[in-house]
């Protein structure tokens, strides 16, 4: 039964996608319904996966097969995947009232995706994780282009590069670490470590975790994510924060726990890039004057804690402390429940602002919910949580996290354990410093336009009942996983390791949280509130000379690489026995090239005809032609245009890392 079940969680979504969008291409006003249906019914078998338990193997696939598991992790995170589902697309039924463009094509990538998040999240061995993550990168990429407006487009290109840059180094760190251990799946890999050389090995676990944090928005591949939530529609970004960066985080934990349970080194290498994500992430957040941006920012923020925490174990294992891998695999894991369950909450209140106001900028949105209880409330308490207020669920899982961290402060690396402790309370005092300030900006002071703030004032419908009733859902969810009792018996569940001394109302604990919450109120007082309260500001006060992406990535992508390359070929170029050689590879790489970019040509000429030509709008029971269809033709034309370009560097890319990895493949050969 078990079997079964697991795979019709991988099938039923993929399966229904291309239904879903012929069905939307005929009826658009069942789009919503059969989407409700679909992730409905998984939200169900997810359920019956906890009574039924199980395993299953899909043999002859890429060679080695595709092997799924159901144990007390993965049934947790395959529970928490169909609930944010379901929950986003009922109130997908509202925000996207009065939207028909590219509908069609919109939820049938949502639910290839959901199937494709299930097949990770069961994953027992990491090519299968490898298969599906890849699946799952690719087409969520529609959701971030769906706007189609110039931000999207940029941010959809940032986001494809980053994706398949890492998904390359992610496929050459899964081979190095195939070919060293001689096999791929998490339960034997602890075992065949041994035959394995250790340096190899730590070039390997270096590749798998730059493939897999460049999904999760870990420094310094995070560029895509404070770009990508805030062109990306509500419920869109919701799954982006609260899940598809949870797929990477489960890469990253599943490899550390398998590979390097005790790695000294490897524990400090995440240990590092996951503090700067966790710095970097609230600053930005601080910095940001953009609603869903600040709460993107705070996504990166909370995931650098949840790498901190795997740091922590993996540093504690080294160490011979039991009690402290203990506790920071059980933070480890609350917290990544907590932050899925916390920005469902967070981002769906922005998407309440933004389909009423038709803005996210701070200063606009001042005092729209003074008068609105169904969103501060939910928000509220979502906010207070992710911020470590103690009695919530938020402070559970950082305290152990805290405590996980203490532990590992031994060895030639205490001194900077230490400095990382301070690290971690500054950063949960940033947290509640712009958690409260987007509070009290929303929902408590009043806009400097009084006749905006009468308007906002007035008792207008704001929410439908269904869309309330899924905030106050995934509030009442929150409120449970902050009662120590049932928090503790979830981490129980997951790690397989019983919490024995874990007091959370210790004033050891307490104190910590006093810590953070007092520093927080300092920075919200001293400098938020005199210094970066947007008035009149409709840009991030971030510097721009800062920004990683076009300071570094693109210049050296487009204008470095490609200069070394030209040198290196006119070095090649001159000598006589190899010039012949050279023209032939560049005369076959420049017809391959050119079949390529022309074959992607096709494809998206045939796409303008398929699912992304222009869509009918409805009017009343009768169908009409958009009036401003020459309009909305030059649009399109300009967006594809930047895709097709897009495609094509992705394809460039492609090559590039197939080029690396036959390299790779042919030195581990000749050995």
């Known amino acids: ?162 994706a398949v840059i890492g998904g390359l180094v992610l496929l050459m760190g899964l081979l190095l670490l195939s070919h060293e251990t001689g096999t791929l799946t998490y339960a034997l890999l602890p075992g065949a470590l041994s035959s394995g050389d250790p340096g190899r090995l730590f070039a390997a676990g270096t590749c798998i975790l730059l493939g897999f944090g460049a999904k999760a928005g870990m420094f310094p591949l995070h560029v895509w994510l404070p770009k990508a939530h805030p062109v990306a529609p509500a419920p869109a970004s919701a799954l982006l924060s609260g899940l598809l960066t949870k797929v990477g985080v489960f890469g990253i934990l599943m490899t550390a726990t398998s590979v390097f349970p005790a790695s000294e080194a490897f524990g400090m290498l995440i240990l590092t890039l996951g503090t700067v994500t966790m710095v970097l992430g609230a600053v930005l957040a601080v910095f940001s004057v953009n609603l869903k941006r600040t709460l993107a920012c705070s996504s990166m923020s909370q995931i650098g804690f949840i790498l901190v925490g795997i740091a922590a174990a993996v540093i504690a294992g080294s160490h011979g402390s039991g009690e402290g891998t203990t506790l920071a695999l059980s933070g480890t894991v609350l917290h990544m429940v907590n932050h899925s369950m916390l920005k469902l909450v967070l981002f769906l209140t922005a998407g309440a602002a933004a389909m009423n106001r038709h803005t996210l900028l701070l200063r606009e949105l001042r005092g729209w919910g003074r008068n609105k209880p169904l969103l501060k409330i939910p928000f509220g308490i979502a906010a207070l949580g992710i911020s470590g207020v103690p009695l919530l669920n938020g402070y559970l899982s950082k305290t152990l996290l805290h405590e996980g961290l203490l532990h590992a402060m031994e060895g030639p690396f205490a001194g900077m354990m230490r400095g990382v402790e301070v690290l971690f309370l500054i950063s949960g005092g940033l947290t509640f410093a712009y958690m409260l300030r987007l509070y009290l900006c929303l929902f408590h002071q009043k806009n400097a336009d009084d006749a905006l703030q009468s308007r906002y004032d007035r008792k207008d419908r704001y929410l439908t009942g269904l869309s309330a009733g899924v905030l106050w859902a995934g509030a009442a969810v929150l409120l449970v996983l902050g009662f120590p009792p049932a928090a503790a018996a979830l981490a129980g569940v997951m790690t397989g390791l019983p919490l024995h001394h874990f007091e959370p109302l210790a004033w050891e604990n307490l104190r910590g949280a006093l810590i953070s919450l007092s520093v927080g109120g300092a920075v919200y007082l001293l400098l938020v509130r005199t210094l970066l309260v947007p008035e009149g500001r409709d840009r991030d006060l971030w510097p721009r000379w800062l920004d990683l992406e076009d300071r570094v990535y693109r210049p050296l992508l487009l204008t ?54 222009e869509e009918r709008v409805r009017d009343g029971s009768r169908r009409r032609r958009n009036t401003q269809l020459q309009t909305l033709r030059q649009a399109t034309e300009e967006a594809l245009g930047q895709v097709v370009d897009n495609f094509s560097y992705a394809m460039m890319m492609t090559c590039a890392g197939v080029v690396l990895i036959l390299v790779l493949l042919v030195i581990l050969l000749q050995r």
């Open 560 to 613: 470095v690489l490609p200069g070394m390359l030209g040198r290196v070929a006119r070095l090649f170029g001159e000598n006589l026995l190899l010039r012949p050689l050279c023209r032939g590879l560049i005369f076959l790489g420049s017809l391959l090239g050119r079949a390529m970019d022309t074959g992607m040509d096709g494809l998206i000429l045939l796409a303008r005809g398929t699912f992304l030509r």
């Open 1 to 162: 039964m078990g079997t079964v079940i697991i795979i019709l969680l991988l099938v039923l979504p993929m399966a229904a996608s291309p239904a879903v969008f012929a069905l939307g291409r005929k009826r658009e006003s069942w789009l919503e319904r059969a989407a409700a249906v679909v992730t409905g019914l998984e939200l169900v078998l997810a359920v019956l996966l906890w009574r039924f338990p199980g395993a299953c193997k899909v043999p002859e696939v890429l060679s080695l097969g595709l092997s799924f598991q159901a144990d007390g992790f993965r049934r947790v995170y395959s529970l928490v995947t169909a609930l944010l589902w379901f929950g986003t697309t009922l109130f997908s039924r509202e925000y996207f009232r009065h939207e028909r463009e590219h509908m069609a094509s919109y939820w049938a990538f949502i639910l290839l995706t959901l199937g494709a998040a299930q097949g990770v999240m069961l994953s027992a061995d990491l090519m299968t994780t490898y298969v599906f993550f890849e699946i799952l990168s690719l087409s969520s990429f529609p959701w971030v282009l769906q706007e189609r407006t110039e931000d999207a487009i940029r941010a959809a290109c940032t986001y494809l590069a980053v």
